[in-house]
């Protein structure tokens, strides 16, 4: 008598098969669903970071700062820094939110005034859809605050050392 696999054997074998390639299909899904999560989460504090860290280099570095409140969600700073993306010597730059697509730009340029007629200025969109962005200042100590939806919220907390020095001096002639 010949051994050999009987019809149900077989039926039984596919639908087994069947369930296994099904239960791993779902697990890859699954897999790359969370990957594109975990992606999307690592973008997120990745542009949070790139834009913590230009803030920071911008008030570390600054030499003078002017806060304007332009409207109650929004301030408008003028920072001069020795920090340049553009190859500029001690630029001023520029934080402010356009209302037209909502976007916080860092424009910098060679003197305290934008000169648009020569166009000479360079700017940076730093963080699209910003919700607030404002600039607290006391005594020298100064209070950032970025609310975006495409980044975690951003505070930072800075004390200019050129800044400090130069309150410290006024300081002591008082």
């Not at 911008?58 to 002017?66: E, G, H, P, T, W």
């Amino acid at each position: 008598m010949k051994k050999a696999f009987t019809l149900i054997e077989l039926m039984i074998s596919i639908v087994l098969l069947s369930l296994i390639t099904s239960f791993l299909y779902q697990s890859i899904a699954q897999l790359q669903s969370s990957n594109q999560s975990l992606l999307h989460k690592t973008k997120k504090v990745d542009k949070r970071e790139e834009v913590l860290k230009l803030l920071y280099n911008d008030f570390i570095n600054a030499y003078s700062l002017q806060r304007k409140d332009t409207q109650k969600d929004s301030d408008m700073i003028i920072i001069q820094s020795s920090n340049s993306l553009h190859d500029m010597s001690r630029p001023y730059v520029s934080y402010k939110i356009y209302r037209d697509n909502e976007t916080l730009r860092r424009v910098e340029h060679p003197t305290e005034k934008i000169d648009a007629i020569d166009a000479v200025f360079r700017f940076n969109d730093i963080v699209d859809e910003v919700e607030l962005f404002k600039v607290y200042e006391q005594k020298g100590h100064y209070l950032i605050y970025l609310k975006a939806k495409s980044i975690d919220d951003i505070y930072l907390d800075i004390i200019p050392p050129a800044l400090r020095m130069d309150n410290n001096k006024t300081n002591t002639t008082n």
